[in-house]
T-cell receptor, first 111, second 113 residues
Framework: GIQVEQSPPDLILQEGANSTLRCNFS?????LQWFHQNPWGQLINLFYIPSGTKQNGRLSATTVATERYSLLYISSSQTTDSGVYFC?????????????FGKGTKLSVIP | SAVISQKPSRDICQRGTSLTIQCQVDSQVTMMFWYRQQPGQSLTLIAT?????????ESGFVIDKFPISRPNLTFSTLTVSNMSPEDSSIYLC??????????FGDGTRLSIL
């Protein structure tokens, strides 16, 4: 099946710093999503971005489908950004609909 | 986007018992998915539930342990049977967004004593 690799696995930031999280995938995809899982376990949709660039406030994401990677940018980080960030993809093959998740990046933002 | 209600939000159960988790969607959807997230791990797909047909299970998951119902296009249940401490996880349902994103419920945090 398709492989999804996220880096770095862990990241500690001082409040106000910027960061870039990376997601590499091993095959063509027709869906790519970034999620933030908060300390209560809720999975928050950040971006649906199978290709191109999107921005939402301090967060932005870019997916270069031809090179099989996506980047999530967090600017001016806040303590509430702490949690685990997951990248998940749907393989573009026939009959494939389920998301395959990476192992996540655990972000800790300290005051 | 679809609104998904998942119940219960958390539970503590005795080993050997079973628990049924419900997932209700506010619109009709073709495909629903059940995921498991073990402590400190990523999400793993348990099965895909289509209305009117048997659920399709992923490798490592069997119907006897995780029976699934899908009686209509807005509802599904997942039962965790004969539970052991290794079943302590967050269980999440999601719905296929068609040509858009998948949406997740808030999850059920299950602890087995």
């Amino acid at each position: 099946g398709i492989q999804v690799e996220q880096s770095p696995p862990d990241l500690i930031l001082q409040e106000g710093a910027n960061s870039t999280l990376r997601c590499n995938f091993s095959d063509s995809v027709n869906n790519l999503q970034w999620f933030h899982q908060n300390p209560w376990g809720q999975l928050i949709n950040l971006f649906y971005i199978p290709s191109g660039t999107k921005q939402n406030g301090r967060l932005s994401a870019t997916t270069v489908a031809t090179e099989r990677y996506s980047l999530l940018y967090i600017s001016s980080s806040q303590t509430t950004d702490s949690g685990v960030y997951f990248c998940a993809v749907v393989y573009a093959g026939a009959g494939s609909y389920q998301l395959t998740f990476g192992k996540g990046t655990k972000l800790s933002v300290i005051p | 986007s679809a609104v998904i209600s998942q119940k219960p939000s958390r539970d503590i159960c005795q080993r050997g018992t079973s628990l049924t988790i419900q997932c209700q969607v506010d619109s009709q959807v073709t495909m629903m998915f059940w995921y498991r997230q073990q402590p400190g791990q990523s999400l793993t797909l348990i099965a895909t539930a289509n209305q009117g047909s048997e659920a399709t299970y992923e490798s490592g998951f069997v119907i006897d342990k995780f029976p699934i119902s899908r009686p209509n296009l807005t509802f599904s249940t997942l039962t965790v049977s004969n539970m052991s401490p290794e079943d302590s996880s967050i269980y999440l349902c999601s719905v296929d967004g068609g040509s858009g994103p998948q949406h997740f419920g808030d999850g059920t945090r299950l602890s087995i004593l």
